[in-house]
Structures are given as C-alpha cells and as structure tokens.
C-alpha cells in the first residue's frame, strides 16, 4: 500500500525559518510543499528522511534560502492486486465508494459488485442507493452496518485537473482508485465470518 | 554537501501498550543507511523527469519506487515520530501535517499491521519461500492475515496453474496462524456496546 520514493527538488526556506536548524526548516518546507498533496507517483503521507541538502543560495530580491535536496518519502500507492479493508462511505446508482479515513476516492462501479446484484432506493436515507447482492436464498445488504469492506485494486487513474466545473459538482479527485469485491473473501468481512477456518476440510 | 544528518524524532511517548509491544526506538530509523524492506529489491531503475507540481517551472528528478513498505513499517515510522502521543490531538489545534499522518495512523491500528514486529515480518517472508511466492503476495497476506481458505482466495493469482493445491494454501495458512499475531478486537460503530471480532479471532 506504501511506497518509499526518492525525490530531488528546489527547497525555498522563508528566512523566519532561518533561525531553526537547517535540517528541521528544510523539513518543515517539504512537508509544507508535499504533504497531503498528489503526485504521479500517489498521496504523500510522509518525509522518510533527507539524504542530501546542497546549496544555501540566496537568490538576488528574495530573502529566503534556496537549497537542492535530495529526500525519501512515503507515498500512498496500492498496486493493482492488492486487497485493502476500507469502510463504506457512500453508494449510488453507478457503485459504491469507500473509504481508508486518509482517502476517500476508493470505487467500486457496479460491474465489479458481485452477480446477480440489485440496487434499490435506501429506505433509512433519502438521497442514497442501497447495493443487494443475491446468493441463493439469502441477500446481502452492502450498506452502513458493514464494518469493514475488502476490495482488491483493479486500476489507479489520477485524472487531469479539470478546466471548468459545474457549481455543484463533487469535489476534484486527483486520485481515483478503482476496486472490486467480486471474489471469494472480497466484500464485506462480515459474509465470509461464517465460513470454516483451516481446521475443516473445505475446497 | 553536507554529511551524515542525525536522527530526528526520538519519541518520547507515554508507555502505552503499543510502545511496549512494538519497541521501536527511533535510532532504527537511520534515515541514510537504514533500509526499510529487507526482501525487497531496491528497484533502480524508473528514474524519470517530471514538472515539479507545486512550482510547475521546475523539474523534480526522481526515483519512483524506492522500495515497498509492509503496512507495519508505516505504522513504526509514524510511531517514532510521535503519532502515538495523545496530547497532540486533543490540545494543539491540528495542522496540515499532522492531518493525513493521524489519519494513516488510525487507519493502520485496526490493521493486522499493529501486533507485528519487524522480526515477525522477517521470518515470516523467509518462511514464506517454501511456497514459491510472488512478493506482492507475500505483502499482501502480512496486511491483511487471512486466517482461512476463503480469504487466501482473492490474494493468490492463479493457484491451480502455479501448482498450488489446497495442501499448499493449508501450509500457508499454518504459516500465518504461528507466526503472524491475530490482528485487534475492534469495537464495533454505532450503539453497539459488545466488541465484535474481526475475521481474524475466529481461528
């Protein structure tokens, strides 16, 4: 789920940092420029460690210093095959979505919720679709209640900043992770408890 | 150039169970010479030049996987740098870097992630090489732990054509059973008052 990556940039240190040592500014400026944001290689979650810091210029009109380093982070970026247990966020007509508490933009469209499935209008919430999956006899409601969802990672797409946005459009998702629940053990943890554990004979 | 910067981020946090089940004194982040996965190939390769995203003139060089980190390793690094320490949260008003590593952490503290050790980890991939497998499903089943046949299911990738039968995945089963340690009880959303197991106490 976490990679280590290697980056050099250009670090400006505001001089009210200038009285801190040099490591911490530094520190302090990259977790102000990479933190929390998306890059091509995935969310940043954190500095790792600085490797290398060059430089110190002051460049002509400006007050702050200019460094070269060469850091390590730790980028949030599953790779395709990966299953993760995320919690339920929210459900329409196109899928679900869900959720790791540090990112939101997990779906599951509804090709890759398990077959024969239906959707029909929550009763508890106005605004929302409800998922059913049915096996057999018995449905299996995919809603709130479930604690924990399992999904194994079919795609990472980071889709280009759009130009222009309608007012009421969802908020821009630089980084959009697709997933499916569409197999043995993937879904809610909860329709897999009752199964044997390995001490039972089971195919 | 400077030389050899020294670690940061002691951690002086309260004794709490967590400090006293993963002892992860912050010397062992080393941040030049310590190498997070130790049965992961550093990749060298994938070195690329990319428009920094923050100042879109410049060109931020840099090594897109620098290593893979288990669920375990995050959620150690963010232990040494204090993330456990409770006063952070509830007094001082919570700035942007701390926002996604809170979230991260709390994340990873109802993974399996939080009784594992480093040794653990190890022995378990050393282990792991009787059964001839990928790496990313080696990684995969240290974060998630399956604890039986059905959640093994949706990890391995093409079982019956790699000559994995189910006395096979009853091995790896038994593996994880010794040496990975259950993952927490996580008390259940909502009214509920009794804690409800997650899919690995069954076993």
């Known amino acids: 789920m976490f990679c280590l990556s290697e980056l050099e940039d250009t670090v400006r240190v505001p001089p009210s940092d200038l009285n801190l040592p040099l490591e911490v500014a530094i520190k302090k400026a990259l977790q102000k420029l990479f933190l929390d944001k998306v890059l091509s290689i995935g969310l940043c979650v954190s500095i790792y460690g600085i490797k290398s810091i060059e430089g110190g210029f002051v460049l002509p009109g400006d007050g702050a210093a200019t460094y070269k380093v060469v850091f390590r982070i730790v980028v949030f970026r599953p790779f395709v095959g990966e299953v993760i247990a995320a919690k339920f966020k929210e459900s329409d007509s196109n899928g679900l979505r869900l959720t790791l508490g540090f990112f939101e933009d997990v779906y599951v469209p509804a090709p890759l919720i398990p077959t024969p499935n239906r959707c029909e209008p929550d009763p508890y919430n106005r605004n929302q679709m409800r998922w059913v999956w049915k096996y057999g006899d018995d449905e299996f409601i995919i809603d709130d209640s479930c604690q924990q969802i399992k999904f194994r990672v079919e795609n990472i797409s980071y889709p280009p900043v759009p130009t222009e946005r309608a007012e009421d459009a969802k908020p821009f998702a630089p980084m959009v992770v697709t997933g499916t629940i569409d197999d043995d053990g993937l879904g809610p943890v909860s329709w897999w408890e009752a199964c044997a554990p390995i001490s039972d004979d089971e195919d | ?203």
């Open chain 2, 1 to 203: 150039m400077r030389g050899a910067l020294p670690n940061w981020g002691l951690t002086k946090g309260k004794g709490n169970w967590f400090h006293a089940l993963v002892s992860s004194p912050a010397s062992r982040h080393d941040q030049k010479n310590y190498i997070p996965t130790s049965f992961f190939d550093h990749h060298q390769k994938n070195i690329t030049y990319l428009f920094s995203p923050i100042t879109s003139n410049k060109i931020v060089r840099m090594k897109a996987n620098a290593g893979t980190l288990t669920n375990f390793e995050v959620l150690d690094l963010l232990n040494s740098r204090g993330a456990s320490n409770d006063t952070t949260r509830v007094i001082a008003p919570i700035s942007t870097s701390e926002y996604t590593r809170l979230h991260v952490y709390d994340y990873l503290m109802e993974t399996p992630a939080c009784t594992q050790t480093q040794e653990i980890i190890t022995n378990f991939s050393d282990q792991c090489k009787y059964f001839k497998l990928a790496k990313a499903e080696i990684l995969n089943i240290i974060n998630i732990r399956p604890s039986s046949t059905v959640n093994l299911a949706p990890i391995l990738e093409e079982p019956s054509e790699r000559g994995i039968d189910k006395k096979a995945k009853e091995g790896i089963l038994k593996l994880v059973e010794a040496l990975l340690p259950p993952p927490p009880i996580v008390e259940a959303r909502g009214d509920n008052e009794e804690e409800e197991t997650e899919e690995g106490e069954q076993s």
